[in-house]
């Protein structure tokens, strides 16, 4: 079992720059691949950014692409979200979730957070 907890969130100008954190508990956390997703209302969930076991290797939803960076720190057992120049289509929850390989789809992750609100105000 993984235990995840986001923090970060808030309420922040369309241009400004959040940095979400997620704490992982339980098992040895460099055994995952960890990713973000997002959800807003009435929305289905949507991968945002995923890495590798090591962090050496990211991936990116074209959305985000250029704006977002996924790191970790697995000393930490933490990985973040750095979002600079943030829209409000970017409002959303966040979720960060753990699992066996580095993807884009909800399914292929195991333990998930429980959410971060990000509000974007233009």
Same mark, same amino acid.
């Given at each position: 079992? @993984?235990?995840? @907890?986001?923090?970060?969130?808030?309420?922040?100008?369309?241009?400004? %720059?959040?940095?979400?954190?997620?704490?992982?508990?339980?098992?040895?956390?460099?055994?995952?691949?960890?990713? /973000?997703?997002?959800?807003?209302?009435?929305?289905?969930?949507?991968? @945002?950014?995923?890495?590798?076991?090591?962090?050496?290797? !990211?991936?990116?939803a074209d959305s985000v692409k250029g704006r977002f960076t996924i790191s970790?720190?697995?000393?930490?057992?933490?990985?973040?979200?750095?979002?600079?120049?943030?829209?409000?289509?970017?409002?959303?929850?966040?979720?960060?979730?753990?699992?066996?390989?580095?993807?884009?789809?909800?399914?292929?992750?195991?333990? /998930?957070?429980?959410? !971060?609100?990000?509000?974007? %105000?233009?």
């Amino acid at each position: 079992q @993984v235990q995840l @907890v986001e923090s970060g969130g808030g309420l922040v100008q369309a241009g400004g %720059s959040l940095r979400l954190s997620c704490v992982a508990s339980g098992r040895t956390f460099a055994l995952y691949a960890m990713a /973000w997703f997002r959800q807003a209302p009435g929305k289905e969930r949507e991968f @945002v950014a995923a890495n590798s076991r090591s962090g050496g290797s !990211t991936s990116y939803a074209d959305s985000v692409k250029g704006r977002f960076t996924i790191s970790r720190d697995n000393a930490k057992n933490t990985v973040y979200l750095q979002m600079n120049s943030l829209k409000p289509e970017d409002t959303a929850a966040y979720y960060c979730a753990a699992g066996g390989v580095m993807a884009a789809t909800p399914t292929a992750f195991l333990y /998930w957070g429980q959410g !971060t609100q990000v509000t974007v %105000s233009s």
